[in-house]
């Protein structure tokens, strides 16, 4: 699990918005991200919480967005939350392939059980493959 804290804009990286996110769906890290972008313009902050969500949603983590430094105590306590109230799944693919592909994966909670309906169900949005170098055919 990673909890990103940040103020604004990303000024320093080498690293693309692509790569970063890449890198992380090939990990199996689940990233929190803390934006509070009270000091960025209106259009500047709205493409940051765009930014941030996607690499959110893509871990299966979330993105919080305060008002105020007097919302982060309850921002850790959800995030606290959350994280003793989740559950691993795991699941062979049919396809056998090593190819080192992105696969999408789209996980949903059906249930009969009235206490379940509702559910905010949060998922990784897929996995990489396997990866082998084909074998030549001297090998």
């Known amino acids: 699990m990673l909890i990103v804290y940040t103020?604004?804009?990303?000024?320093?990286?080498?690293?693309?918005?692509?790569?970063?996110?890449?890198l992380l769906r090939a990990s199996d890290v689940t990233v929190y991200?803390?934006?509070?972008?009270?000091?960025?313009r209106a259009s500047a902050r709205q493409r940051q919480r765009m930014l941030l969500a996607q690499l959110t949603d893509s871990?299966?983590?979330?993105?919080?967005?305060?008002?105020?430094?007097?919302?982060?105590?309850r921002i850790y306590e959800e995030i606290e939350a959350e994280l003793n109230a989740r559950y691993s799944i795991g699941f062979v693919s049919?396809?056998?392939?090593?190819?080192?592909?992105?696969?999408?994966?789209?996980?949903?909670?059906?249930?009969?059980?009235d206490d379940l309906r509702g559910t905010d169900v949060r998922t990784r949005d897929?996995?990489?493959?396997?990866?082998?170098?084909?074998?030549g055919p001297d090998r």
């Open 94 to 113: 049919t396809n056998t392939e090593s190819d080192g592909t992105w696969r999408e994966l789209r996980i949903r909670l059906r249930s009969d059980r």
């Open 126 to 135: 897929g996995y990489f493959a396997a990866y082998r170098e084909p074998a």
């Open 59 to 73: 871990t299966g983590g979330r993105s919080y967005f305060p008002d105020s430094l007097d919302d982060l105590d």
């Open 33 to 40: 991200a803390i934006g509070l972008h009270t000091n960025l």
């Open 7 to 22: 103020d604004g804009e990303d000024t320093r990286s080498r690293q693309t918005f692509g790569d970063t996110r890449d």
